[in-house]
């Protein structure tokens, strides 16, 4: 059995409920997280990324702050968290319908996915165990 976690951008979880519900995986966890990824240092990135959000708004001086803070590194930013428990013949697809329900264009900040296997599952209710348990 896997664990497949995903950390991914607040205004994707969406996208990844219908990924994966159309999947056939209906159950899942989420839960509000901030955090960041590795501090981006290529200018170029940098400042497609900074056009992008010029163009559907223009920066004000809190924008202006946030950006700033991205880039320096000391901004931490909301983002779901998705735990997905599978079976072993599952894992890729979910985490294939994971990357594509949150790839962007942006080239930074898309998320990432841990996959971890785990030994037992037993489900309350009915005290079923393994995979039956899922």
């Known amino acids: 059995m896997k664990e497949i976690t995903a950390v991914i951008r607040i205004e994707k979880i969406g996208a990844t409920k219908k990924a994966l519900l159309d999947i056939g995986i209906p159950g899942f966890t989420a839960f509000k997280a901030n955090g960041r990824g590795k501090l981006v240092t290529d200018k170029t990135l940098?400042?497609?990324r900074k056009l992008s959000i010029v163009k559907t708004?223009?920066?004000?001086?809190?924008?202006?702050l946030v950006m700033t803070e991205f880039i320096d590194g000391t901004r931490t930013f909301p983002c779901r968290v998705?735990?997905?428990l599978v079976a072993d013949e599952d894992a890729d697809k979910v985490v294939q319908a994971i990357i594509k329900a949150n790839r962007t264009n942006y080239g930074i900040g898309d998320g990432k996915i841990f996959v971890s296997s785990f030994d037992e599952a037993i489900r309350v209710r009915t005290k079923e165990t393994g995979v039956a348990a899922l």
């Open 82 to 84: 998705v735990i997905v």
């Open 46 to 48: 940098l400042n497609k």
């Open 57 to 64: 708004s223009p920066l004000d001086t809190r924008s202006e």
